[in-house]
């Protein structure tokens, strides 16, 4: 089969499109044939692990040290990035009940990754589920990452009906999904975050109002909020703190051991706080999110489409942060 293969880290230009062996299911798992995977935030940061310096690894150092063991140190040992994808069932193992081949089907990989190729396999209780009915495959490829992520962190803090929320990051994977369960699941009044090229379309998934970074400091306008979502970690709460309600919540995204320490010091006290959290999505939460999108007939926003031989292009294209949506690769 067909695969975009790096075998060193790097820049873009160490992906390249290679024959390689096509994987054949377990008992448990489902062959895919592949056909429209996105370009996520981890693929980026997978694809030159090795040349990231540690201040530009927002998470827990903890993780880093965890995600080198996992990709490999000196050389990547998962040679096949992207993880969300949308394609048909090919073929399913010998014990496998709930899909059959035919099937329209999206999931997500996490960091076993592999899914820029042309066919790849999934246990059937992962993170996999029938396609969205009224989304195209490059659609719904956009979704899996991004909203299972946001449906788990939204769960962890109470958002009441018509509550304030801030989202600071609305037009990235996990952002525009959080804007548009906070607005049309949980009830929430809306207002995103994010740069010049994103404002249309983050106005355009259920946020209130839009706020520009580069031109305006949303911390000076004094509008406050019951909960701030920090989807890169870029802030903090003493930034944040005067734009928090009464029991108002920063909820970073991204965080490090002094985040931890924070959610830790504001945890007692019944005040405003930090909530730190690690979402970790399963199938059911992808089923959510399949019923949600199908009976509101929501849509993910799709910026560019690249074909599969294209990968250095599209990722060239994510890392000069002009994207206004999702960027997927084709088959
Ligand atoms: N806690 C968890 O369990 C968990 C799970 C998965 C991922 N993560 C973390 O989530 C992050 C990736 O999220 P993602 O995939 O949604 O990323 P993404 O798609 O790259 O989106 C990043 C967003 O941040 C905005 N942004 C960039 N610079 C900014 C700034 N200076 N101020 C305000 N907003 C800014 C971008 O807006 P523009 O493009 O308009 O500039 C965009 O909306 C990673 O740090 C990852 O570690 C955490």
Redesign the pocket.
């Known amino acids: 089969m067909k695969a975009i293969i790096y075998s060193e880290y790097g820049g873009p230009d160490v992906l390249h499109l290679q024959e390689t062996e096509k994987p054949s299911p377990k008992g448990n798992e489902v062959l895919i044939r592949v056909h429209a995977v996105s370009v996520?935030?981890?693929d980026i940061i997978a694809r030159n692990f090795k040349n990231l310096p540690a201040s530009e690894f927002?998470?827990l150092s903890l993780f880093r040290i965890m995600a080198r063991f996992a990709f490999g140190f000196s050389k990547p040992k998962k040679q096949i990035l992207g993880n969300t994808f949308a394609g048909e069932v090919e073929m399913v193992g010998s014990d496998v009940k709930q899909f059959k081949p035919g099937e329209q089907v999206f999931g997500y990989t996490g960091e076993n990754m592999g899914a820029y190729a042309e066919y790849l396999c999934i246990p059937e209780d992962g993170i996999l589920d029938a396609k969205p009915s009224h989304m195209t495959y490059e659609e719904a490829a956009s979704v899996p990452?991004?909203a299972t992520?946001a449906l788990?962190?939204l769960r962890k803090v109470d958002i009441q009906k018509g509550q304030s929320v801030l989202i600071?990051?609305?037009?990235?994977?996990?952002?525009?999904a959080a804007v548009q369960l906070a607005s049309h699941y949980f009830g929430a009044v809306v207002t995103g975050?994010?740069?010049?090229?994103?404002m249309e379309s983050v106005k355009s998934l259920g946020a209130g109002k839009v706020i520009d970074?580069t031109k305006e400091d949303f911390t000076a306008n004094g509008e406050t909020y019951d909960l701030i979502i920090d989807?890169?970690?870029?802030g903090s709460f003493s930034k944040y703190r005067a734009s928090l309600r009464q029991k108002g919540i920063y909820m970073p995204?991204?965080?490090k051991t002094s985040k931890l320490l924070q959610m830790l010091r504001t945890s007692a006290g019944g005040g405003k706080r930090v909530i730190?959290?690690?979402?970790?999505p399963k199938q059911e939460d992808l089923v959510f999110i399949r019923e949600f999108f199908e009976e509101r007939k929501i849509k993910p926003v799709i910026d560019r489409c690249f074909r599969l031989e294209e990968a250095a292009e599209a990722h060239s294209y994510v890392e000069a942060?002009n994207?206004k949506g999702s960027v997927v690769l084709t088959l």
């Open positions: 996520n935030y981890g927002n998470m990452y991004g992520m788990c962190l600071i990051g609305a037009s990235g994977a996990i952002g525009s975050v994010c740069g010049t090229q994103g970074y989807i890169l970690g870029k995204v991204s965080f730190c959290a690690l979402a970790t942060g994207k």
